[in-house]
């Protein structure tokens, strides 16, 4: 048994290469195996039909941390992200609601819903400013152990307590609020326009199987504020040629670092001996050695898939099983023969932005209880987005790709039938409710591809298709990602690491995980 | 007029625990109550003739032990009926699951529904007393004013040493897990049927405008378990002659140690001299002075109604409009002519069974559902019914042979979206009973009498915003250092000589009397 590599990457996603590109950068010969043809995990670009290219999975990128970029120079890779420039409301009494990339215009827009809250917006941002600047130093940190913090993780406590005691109260009063409120309560306390209000709730609903009413959403809003900081993004963007070009940029980075990176090599087993991870066994039978591995995939897969039972405790084995996924957003993708025609949306300028099938408050919360009680939305919410429209490379000329993130939908919707046929009535019920705010949708359909949550764990190997790997709930963070005691990347397998965004800070494409994990690979000494 | 050292706002059970405890800590205490009698809105009335009614509050099992014994209230005449069943949960089916205060013969119930369950339910009560004791412990500390660690709080903190101890190194991630989880989420963790699982869930949920897939419910149901007299997830004490009975005794014990008590007497305004509050006008032009004023009132009516809005800051304005109040529960009062059979118990025992709390909550869907309603201001079809027949206990309260019935129906809202209570107050009465009648099928032929209250009315009689009757919800965002508002959880207030000593403070709601014992020590720790 000859070590080839110092390290063995398994999954190319996003945190994978990430904890890859910081490995070789620190000199370790170091190997990606990737299961799929493509590299990127759930962010991913495919031509799905010949021509239209598309992410197939995530769909913008805000939460990139900026050490990250720093330090593996993503820009010399490739990475171009593009502001998204507008939002836009179609509200269901035929008026819109609008956001636009210039401040003022937004205030006006604002203003015309009403005035008070356009006073207040500005007010609102400064405060998520502050509470994410409040959390920075918890997100950048490995996770302590309450019950056994040992002298490095009361240092980490130490410093955190002084942090958070430098905030002072009452920034650590709306801290305690943000964390545990509904964010439909959160907003509540900011703003009177509904429709301000369900815009403003939607970043804490995103990837989790929780209505706006729900207490913890606010948490998830903090969470999409993140990347928002340092000034290395002002708003929300998309990369060129989809989130699969973020990807491609920190494989690149990796490469230039002497990774190695292969696609087509799904990863069966880590090869475990006397309690240490020495290799790996891929599907095909070859064996491959080396002196450290690290699972980019879900706590499930890592700890339950890749690795026998009897090599991890049984508290910990407890513990990842009560791991709560629950995927909650479905993905439709359309090739388009034409640029859809929204009722409410006069200025074709529009178009470029998001749109975002979101009329009122209600709406959301109604979307969410059907789920809730097993299925997907009758009337789902939708952010739409037609990346052709500000890059047309990625269809033939004068066609158009339309991407919908569509929430809700169950991982588990048992009384629509086979998978096939909730595939088929998730799919009717997205266009069905598109139509009513864009009529012509149905008669520009060229292709239409549809994931439910099913298919995104079948696809993309994310457990109940849960976007983040695992549910941003408090009870999931921070020391209790994935589980309390195994929270700092390591596993109870020596040399067998975690790196995805099961782990502390969580998911998005942050790749903050992949870079705390190289981190504590090589003060390890590995 | 003497001059008093504290006068205290409202002569609710908290007002009067804390008025008990400062009298016998030496000070003067005059009580000042609005209505004509004491108990706030734990309180026995008369409703139809011979039929005595706890009217508002409910659930005599939850008063702290410490309270009971540090102002005799035993030897005042307090009588609590230790009921056994803690939980009679019929189904719709006909079955039933019975929770019985004895672990192993609750184990036996459940083997009914699921072997699996039945063999995990005594470590999970084992667990959830642990986590309990610590819960219990925080409930008797003055919250910290964080970030600032103060001397004080760490000699208060002294006091979870021991249910840490009990709880274990071991324990303390799951304690730090739990407290924020939803209800559901706990519960499936635990166990597999949904009989069971809805009959512990509708404690995460009796007190919250929740339903038990909302995080924070796994800390009310705890809350609740800290509480309780049967050391499980619900009291099931029911207090003779009524909830009115308790603050009358509790009164009984203030005035043994010498406090005043005037009824019939409102407080008009909190007198606030340069910042400092001095005493109170009354609605009838009276005036009194004292050192401190401790305001059992709920935090919005002390601060928009006794203290003068004008001269608050506006940050102190906007955290006590930011308030959530949102009370969710109706109470519907049974005159009965006799007990009404019950589907689930054709030929069984009846007495026994119906002796404790009945629940109608056969599933955390049900729960769910129910709740899912409120969040569009319209009341749930099949609520969550929580029924208590207090005569089996204590017969005085009907005439011979007949009985008193009260229901907590979840949920309706404060507020209704469509129409207004006036009109659909009724229609909501047919609902409950159309439920009840699902499990007690010939319930309408044996009603004497009935009478529904909706939140409006709670807050109209009891004088409770929205019809909370904890002062506020018991939410993690309104709970410890943030109750009843960031920055003054310590039973104090902005203006000095002004204490909050009621359920709208540290820790919260329920006939606990902690409230009003912990407002008391720190007053007095204040005095020198």
Known sequence: MTQEYDAIIIGGGHNGLTCAAYLAKAGRKTLVLERRHVLGGAAVSEEVFPGFTFTVCSYVVSLLRPEVIRELELAKHGLHIMPVDSTVAPLENGDYFATYADEASTREEIRRHSHRDAEMAPKFTQMMYEMAFAVKPIIGVVPPNPEKPGIRGLGTMKELGQHLHGLGKDTLHELTKIMTMSVADFVEEWYESDILKALASLNGIIGTLLGPKSPGTAYVLLHHYMGELDGAFTAWGQQKGGTGGVSEAIASAARSHGAEIRCNAPVAQVIVKNGRAVGVALENGDEIYAKTIASGCDPKVTFRTLVDEKELPDDLVAAIDKFKYRGSSGKVNLALDALPNFTAIKDPALLRGSVEICPSMDYLERAYDDASYGGFSERPYMDISIPTTSDPTMAPPGKHVMSIFVQYARYDMAKHGTHDEQRQAFGDAVINTLSDFAPNIKDIILHKQVLTPWDIEDKIALTEGNIFQGELTLDQLFFFRPAPGWADYRTPIRNYYQCGSGTHPGGGITAGPGRLAALEILRDGN | ?528
């Open chain 2, 1 to 528: 007029m003497g001059n008093y050292d504290v006068i205290v706002i409202g002569a609710g059970h908290n007002g009067l625990v804390a008025a008990a405890y400062l009298a016998k800590g030496g000070r003067r205490v005059l009580v000042l109550e609005r209505q004509d009698r004491v108990g706030g809105a734990a309180v026995t009335e008369e409703l139809f003739p011979g039929f005595h009614f706890s009217t508002c509050a409910d659930g005599g099992g939850y008063l702290s032990p410490e309270v009971r014994r540090d102002l005799a209230l035993d030897s005042n005449g307090l009588k609590i009926h230790a009921a056994d069943p803690v939980v009679f949960a019929p189904q719709p089916d006909g079955s039933h699951l019975t929770i019985w205060r004895d672990t192993a013969r609750t184990a036996k119930e459940i083997e009914a529904f699921s072997k699996k369950d039945a063999a995990r339910y005594p470590d999970f009560v084992a667990l959830m007393q642990k986590l309990a004791g610590v819960v219990g412990g925080l409930m008797r500390i003055a919250p910290p004013d964080l970030p600032e660690l103060a001397w004080g709080d760490l000699r208060s903190l002294v006091k979870l040493a021991g249910p840490l101890r009990k709880l274990g190194r071991k324990n303390l991630n799951e304690l730090l897990r739990v407290l924020p989880m939803p209800v559901a989420d706990l519960l499936n963790e635990w166990f597999e049927s949904e009989v069971l699982k809805g009959a512990i869930a509708a404690s995460g949920v009796r007190n919250i405008t929740w339903g038990p897939q909302e995080a924070g419910t796994a800390y009310t149901l705890l809350y609740d378990w800290a509480l309780s007299d049967t050391g499980l997830f619900r009291s099931a004490g029911v207090v003779s002659g009524g909830m009115g009975a308790l603050t009358k005794t509790i009164a009984q014990a203030a005035r043994s140690f010498g406090v005043e008590i005037q009824t019939g007497a409102g407080v008009e305004r909190v007198a606030i001299e340069e910042g400092r509050a001095v005493g109170v006008q009354l609605e009838n032009g009276e005036a009194h002075t004292a050192k401190v004023i401790a305001s059992n009132a709920d935090p919005r009516t002390t601060f928009t109604r006794l203290v003068d809005p004008l001269i608050q800051s506006a940050k102190l304005a906007r955290h006590v409009r930011n308030i959530k109040y949102r009370g969710s529960a109706a109470r519907i009062h049974l005159a009965l002519r006799e007990i009404p059979e019950f589907n689930a118990l054709r030929g069984g025992d009846t007495a026994t069974y119906l002796s404790g709390p009945i629940q109608i909550s056969p599933s955390m869907m049900y729960l769910q559902r129910a709740y899912d309603c409120v969040k569009y201001g319209e009341y749930s079809q099949k609520p969550y019914l929580d029924i208590l027949i207090p005569s089996l206990s204590d017969p005085t309260l009907a005439p011979s042979g007949q009985h008193v019935m009260s229901i907590t129906a979840k949920f309706a809202p404060n507020e209704l979206r469509v129409g207004d209570w006036a009109e659909r107050r009724e229609a909501f009465t047919e609902v409950v009973l159309d439920t009840l009648a699902e499990y007690a099928p010939k319930i309408r032929d044996v009603i004497a009498h009935r009478k529904t209250l909706v939140p409006p009315d709670l807050e109209a009689e009891f004088g409770l915003p929205e019809g909370n009757p904890n002062h506020g919800e018991m939410t993690l965002d309104q709970f410890f250092h943030m109750r009843p508002i960031p920055g003054y959880a310590r039973y104090r207030t902005p203006f000095p000589g002004l204490y909050l000593c009621g359920a709208g403070a540290h820790p919260g709601g329920g006939v606990t009397g902690i409230p009003g014992q912990n407002a008391a020590r720190e007053i007095l720790r204040d005095w020198s």
